[in-house]
């Protein structure tokens, strides 16, 4: 059974045992975490959300928190004052293996949601503020 999953505005095909690198999220080392955000499930029948697949998820464990390989962007521009300008960058990444793929009953699986999707800024915009 494969999944399509949606994290940190990228879309990534999945299946129990895969390892990901994703965009930073927050949790720990060994974390257990699920995702909500599900575009389709595949295996024996296919499953394909509008825009979302209902009560699908996506569970997996957080191996480590790591950085990318360094990029670096150079400038030049030519003719006056030969301006130039060099800068580096490495993208925080979350190294993630997938354990397994729920087509339904995402929500009685009792395992936190990933902390900076799609879904979690959603819920944590609509919960009321305490006053």
Known sequence: MFAVLKTGGKQYKVQAGDVLRVEKLAANAGDKIQFNDILMVGGESVTVGAPLVAGAAVQAEV??????????????????????????????????????????GAEQSGVAAAVNTAAARVAAHEAPAAK
């Open 63 to 104: 191996i480590d928190q790591i950085k990318g390989e360094k990029t670096i962007s150079y400038v030049k521009r030519r003719r006056k004052h030969s301006s130039q300008r060099t800068r580096g960058h490495r993208q925080q990444l979350t190294l993630i293996r997938v354990t397994g793929v729920l087509a339904s």
